[in-house]
């Protein structure tokens, strides 16, 4: 009796798993979570985004395998597969409409997919995804309503409300592609004036380069040399070496970032903003005076907006435990 009793305690103590898959331009990622958000296993494959589809939707199934097998379960065992992707989703239908990564338009992903692995699929934008791992695992854990930004050579982003992604129509989110400045510069997507043009990685390079380009006694010269190009650390770096130029080229993205995530504080009021992507390795340099900021100037001020910028913590992984969390 005693070891009937002991072996209905351990199925119940049993483990579920999910999987994630991170389906990039350049790799396939694919990881084992389970039920304590944690990632137990990966695997990754070159993405070799030039053929045909059909052959790389089987390179995904296979890589999910491989990180089963380093799991030591079984893919049955597994309950649902999240797949995340840049680009253009219907989360719905499970289709990617358009990835610009690797060239993809109205691709059946989904139905796809579970001819090879037949488990619930469930597919949306990467940036959704990082923020869903940013809430179960991450530097958002426990809260509820989060807006996610990823600044690099775009800005990106994800929206959790009530503990959900929000994806709303065919696409989602383009938090990168508000207007900051109406008539502005020139955006990858035709507009003027976007969010992206002012606030990624990309355009602080833009602006170190203009900026270098007037003073070029400027200590980021140096730098940009020895680093064997500009790069979103340098005009930081030297700011805090005391050049005057990086200075103003840092304050003046700081201020453009702090107006971006104040409208996004205004709309959403999250309880958290997180920051990722390589502009984020500044730490507090970046984070503080934003929340500086957000306290001055977003609306009601200090006595009413309780949201916090932070860094955002799992990297490269919240993609794919957050991917793994459509499902639970």
Request: proline share 3%; aromatic share 6%.
């Amino acid at each position: 009796m005693n070891r009937v009793l002991k072996g209905i305690d351990n199925f119940m103590k049993q483990k579920s798993y999910r999987i994630g898959i991170d389906l990039g331009g350049t790799n396939i990622k694919a990881g084992i979570v389970d039920d304590d958000q944690q990632l137990i296993a990966t695997a990754s494959n070159p993405t070799k985004a030039d053929r045909p589809w059909q052959e790389i939707v089987a390179d995904m199934a296979e890589t999910v395998r491989q990180a089963a097998a380093k799991a030591d379960i079984s893919v049955e065992a597994c309950r649902s597969v999240g797949i995340g992707n840049p680009g253009v989703i219907d989360s719905e239908n499970g289709i990617i409409v358009y990835s610009n990564n690797i060239s993809w338009k109205n691709i059946p992903l989904a139905q796809e997919f579970r001819k090879h692995i037949d488990l619930p699929v469930h597919v949306s934008n990467d940036a959704n995804c990082a923020a869903m791992g940013e809430v179960v695992a991450g530097a958002a854990r426990g809260c509820k309503n989060v807006i996610l930004l990823t600044l690099g050579t775009g800005v990106g982003g994800g929206i959790i409300i009530n503990g959900q992604v929000y994806e709303g129509g065919i696409g989602g989110a383009e938090l990168g592609h508000a207007t900051l400045i109406a008539g502005g510069k020139l955006c990858t997507c035709g507009r003027r004036g976007c969010i992206e043009s002012y606030c990624s990685a990309t355009a602080l390079i833009r602006e170190a380069d203009e900026a270098l380009a007037k003073h070029p006694d400027s200590m980021m010269a140096a730098m940009k040399v020895q680093a064997g190009g500009m790069n979103g650390k340098i005009p930081f770096d030297a700011a805090q070496s005391g050049d005057e130029t990086a200075g103003a080229v840092v304050s003046q993205y700081i201020e453009w970032l702090a107006e971006a995530v104040t409208n996004y504080v205004n709309i959403f009021r999250p309880e958290v903003v997180l920051l990722s992507g390589g502009v984020c390795a500044q730490g507090e340099n970046l984070t503080k005076p934003l929340n500086e900021y957000i306290r001055k100037f977003a609306f009601g001020g200090a006595q009413t907006v309780n949201t916090t910028v932070k860094i955002a913590q799992l990297g490269n992984n919240a993609g794919i435990i957050g991917a793994a969390n459509f499902w639970k």
